[in-house]
Each structure stands twice: as C-alpha cells, then as structure tokens.
C-alpha cells in the first residue's frame, strides 16, 4: 500500500503553483470562472487526491472548486462547488477505480458538455505514464492529447486552441445553452454522435442529462455496445475506422 501523505505534508512546499496558475487564468482570452472551494472541502478533496500544491493540479483541488471555462464548455475538476458538484477524488470513485478501490489506470481530470471526458494516463493506455487523453464521444475512443503533462493541458484549455479542438461539435446558439448548466449535466444526442448520422451535431436533438449517467453509457454501454455481436444489428451504421 503507498504511504499517505499527511494534508500538512500536501500543503508544506516553498512554491505553490497557484499563482502561477491564477496567471495562466488572468491572461486566457476565454471567460472563465473560478469556483471558489469551501475549507473543509477543499482539505478533504486534497487528502483524496494525494497531490501537493506545487503542482498546477493539486493548486486547483485545494484553492479553487474548480474551472468553468469557456461558458462552462469544459469543466475541471477541483474540490467541488455548488456550480460543479463534484470533487476530482470523489468522481474518480468507481469510475477510475474497481470497487475495492483497485486503479484502472487512468485519472479523470475533467469533461465537456458533449460527454467528453479527459483522463490522466496511468498505464491504461501504454506507456509513457502521465499524459492527457481524451475520451471522445464521436469515436468512443481515448485519444492521446499530443502528449501533453496536466499542466500543458491546463495551459491548452485556457487558450485559443479550446476553440479549434471543438470547432465541430459546436452549433449556433451553445454559448446561451452552455452558460445556464449546471457542471453535473451534460448533453446526450440523438442520432448518437458516433453513428454517420450524428455527424453533424447542429441536425442532431439534443437533451440535458446527469453527467454520472453520461460517463456510464458513453463510456460502458455504447463502447460494449460496438464491440458486440448485436452492434451488426443496430439501427445505425457505426464508424469505427476512424
């Protein structure tokens, strides 16, 4: 079993790397908000997480709630917060993790709108360990983020490359959707987004949904759903080619 580090041990360094990231957020050209964390919350979220405060993760589990960013397009997690309800270790809970607590190999770090989740690798998916995937919603795959550190992923999100990486699957009126959600919803989508129908996001419906429940079908249901004798039956032609 690792040894646990003590919150004093997780909090006694010489350079905190939160103001180094309020920086990164002061000069971002996205809107961002900055949930604040409450006290004992927040102590409890970093002594879950097992991460001190020199590192960019560990500042934004224990002094913030975590990041809304670009209208609460993405959502990275902190130690939770009425606007995103969920702590970074309690929504690892099951999810990265057997239910006898066993890693899975890989860390959630945060989520989109669309069911998109970002994930730290830890073996999971090959070597080296460390950097950022994502799990995409239009290929139910994990896709490797260019070898990105959490930290250069943190820098990538608050910059214009945010915009790029989701220039397709935006439609034309998401920033007054977007805006108005909750960090524990996100959008499911019919035709489903891995289908050839669902390709273009703007002709597909669209309806809010607990983001638990997302995580559980993008990421279970539909990946078994694929992978199985009945998908050749399935109504829709699935692209998993690509």
């Known amino acids: 079993m690792p040894v646990k580090h003590t919150l ?3 909090l006694a360094v010489d350079e905190p790397a939160w103001p180094q990231v309020e920086r990164w957020v002061k000069y971002s050209g996205s809107p961002i908000e900055v949930l604040p964390p409450e006290e004992q919350q927040r102590q409890q979220a970093l002594l879950d997480t097992q991460v001190t405060v020199r590192s960019p993760m560990g500042a934004i589990v224990y002094y913030t709630g975590g990041l809304l960013i670009d ?4 959502r990275l997690l902190g130690s939770g917060h009425p606007r995103l309800p969920r702590s970074m270790a309690a929504w690892n809970q099951g999810r990265s993790t057997t239910p006898e607590g066993k890693s899975l190999g890989f860390w ?9 989740f970002f994930a ?13 995937f994502y799990f995409a919603p239009d290929t139910l795959r994990w896709e490797s983020m260019n070898g990105m550190s959490y930290s250069e992923f943190l820098v990538w999100s608050l910059g ?7 220039e397709t699957s935006r439609w034309s009126d998401w920033k ?6 909750n960090g524990d919803k996100a959008f499911s989508f019919y035709p489903f987004l891995w289908t050839e129908e669902g390709k273009d996001i703007a002709k597909c419906d669209r309806k809010l949904c607990p983001i ?3 995580f559980s079908v993008n990421m ?13 039956a399935f109504r829709f032609r699935v692209n998993v080619s690509r």
């Open 8 to 10: 004093q041990e997780l």
């Open 71 to 74: 209208h609460g397009w993405l």
């Open 108 to 116: 959630l770090i945060g989520d989109d709108v669309v069911g998109g």
């Open 120 to 132: 730290l690798n830890g073996g999971a998916f090959g070597p080296p360990n460390g950097h950022v």
């Open 160 to 166: 214009p490359d945010l915009a790029k990486f989701y």
């Open 176 to 181: 007054d959707e977007v805006s108005a959600l």
């Open 212 to 214: 638990s429940e997302i």
């Open 220 to 232: 279970v249901e539909f990946p078994n759903l694929v992978r199985s004798q009945d998908a050749k």
